[in-house]
C-alpha cells in the first residue's frame, strides 16, 4: 500500500513538472508607502508567483525546459485607500534562438494599474466571469506572453490565446471598476493591445513577428545573411503598415523590444554599407524615439548576429520549435 502511494505521488510530481507553462518571477517593491505593512507585499509576490507559474494555461504538455521565462516587475506607487493600491507594472518575457545561447524578447508591456488586495486572500479566476482586478490583470498578461510567444513560431498561431486575453477583457468590462480594458481609456491600453492582436488591418504585423523569430533569427547561426534578409523583410512589413496605419501599438511595443537587437544585428562591419544604409533609415522611420542607436548601426560590432552553439532550446508539441537538433513537428 505505502509503494502504492509513493507510486502516486511520484506521477503527481511528474505530471506537476510538465504541467505549468510559465518559468516566471514576481518582484514587488513599495519604496515610497509608509502606511502599508511591507509583509504584505512580500505575501502578494508569493500569491502572484503561485497564481502565475502553478497555473495550468493551455491544454499543450511543457516539459521542465520548455516553459516561457518571464519577469513581473511592480512597483506600488500609492496606497489610494486602505488595501487598495496603484502600481506600474513591467512585463517581459523571452524565448531562446535556435543553435543559441542568446533569449530574444517576445513580449515587453508597461502597465498602470489599481488594484485591491488583503493579505492571504485567494487569488481567484474564472475564465468566464470577472472576479478580481489583480486575477484578471495576471491572467491577461499570461495569455499575451502565450500568444506572442507561439507567434514567434507558427505564423498566427497564438491566437487562441489573444481569444482568451480578449475573453479578460469583456469580462472587465462587464465590471467597469478600473481603467485599461476599455478603448476610451487612452490609446496604448491593454484594450487596444489585444484588440490590435486580432484585428485583421494588422495581421501584416504578426506575420512579421513570426518571420522576423522563425526565418531570422533562427536561422543566424546556419545561414546569417538569409536570415539577415527575411529580418529585413519583415522590418519592410512594419514599414508598409505604418506607412497605411500610424501610431500602432502593436508595432511600438515591437520596435521597443528589438531596438537593441535590431542595432546588433545590422551593426556588423562587414555587412553590405548600402544595406545598412537602407535599414537605417527604415529603422528611424519606424522608431525615432531610438535614431540616436540606429545612426551607430555602422560602427558597431557583430552583436547577435551569429549566436554560439550553446544550445537553449524548447520543443512544444504541434509547433516548430528551436531545440538542440533540428526536428520538424508542424509550423513554420
Request: net charge negative; proline share 4%.
Amino acid at each position: 500500500m505505502r509503494k502504492f502511494s509513493l507510486l502516486i505521488i511520484a506521477l503527481l510530481a511528474a505530471f506537476q513538472l510538465q504541467a505549468q507553462e510559465l518559468k516566471c518571477s514576481v518582484s514587488i517593491q513599495a519604496p515610497n508607502l509608509v502606511s502599508a505593512d511591507p509583509i504584505i507585499f512580500k505575501t502578494l509576490e508569493n500569491d502572484l508567483y503561485e497564481f502565475i507559474a502553478n497555473r495550468k494555461w493551455t491544454e499543450k504538455a511543457y516539459e521542465q525546459e520548455e516553459r516561457i521565462e518571464c519577469t513581473f516587475n511592480i512597483n506600488i506607487t500609492e496606497e489610494v485607500a486602505p488595501n487598495q493600491f496603484r502600481a506600474r507594472v513591467s512585463i517581459q518575457s523571452n524565448r531562446p534562438v535556435f543553435n543559441s545561447s542568446y533569449n530574444t524578447v517576445t513580449f515587453n508591456y508597461t502597465d498602470n494599474i489599481e488594484f485591491q488586495y488583503v493579505e492571504f486572500q485567494q487569488l481567484e479566476f474564472n475564465e468566464n466571469a470577472y472576479l478580481h482586478e489583480l486575477s484578471s490583470l495576471m491572467a491577461f498578461y499570461a495569455y499575451m506572453i502565450l500568444g506572442f510567444d507561439y507567434d514567434s513560431f507558427a505564423l498566427h498561431a497564438g491566437t487562441p490565446y489573444f481569444d482568451k486575453a480578449a475573453a479578460i477583457v469583456n469580462n472587465a468590462q462587464t465590471a467597469g471598476i478600473s481603467d485599461g480594458w476599455q478603448a476610451f481609456d487612452g490609446n496604448n491600453t491593454r484594450y487596444w493591445y489585444n484588440e490590435q492582436a486580432l484585428n485583421a488591418k494588422f495581421q501584416r504585423c504578426r506575420e512579421a513577428y513570426y518571420i522576423y523569430h522563425r526565418k531570422g533569427l533562427d536561422q543566424m547561426y546556419d545561414n546569417p545573411v538569409a536570415a539577415r534578409f527575411e529580418i529585413q523583410k519583415a522590418m519592410q512589413l512594419m514599414a508598409d503598415l505604418q506607412e497605411e496605419f500610424p501610431n500602432i501599438m502593436l508595432q511600438s511595443q515591437f520596435m521597443g523590444a528589438k531596438s537593441e537587437e535590431l542595432v546588433g544585428i545590422f551593426g556588423d562591419p562587414e555587412i553590405d554599407p548600402t544595406l545598412q544604409a537602407k535599414m537605417r533609415s527604415m529603422l528611424t522611420r519606424l522608431d525615432p524615439s531610438n535614431a540616436q542607436d540606429y545612426n551607430r548601426m555602422n560602427s558597431l560590432g557583430a552583436t547577435p548576429t551569429r549566436p554560439g552553439l550553446n544550445s537553449k532550446g524548447r520543443g512544444i508539441r504541434g509547433l516548430d520549435r528551436p531545440t538542440t537538433t533540428p526536428k520538424s513537428k508542424g509550423g513554420g
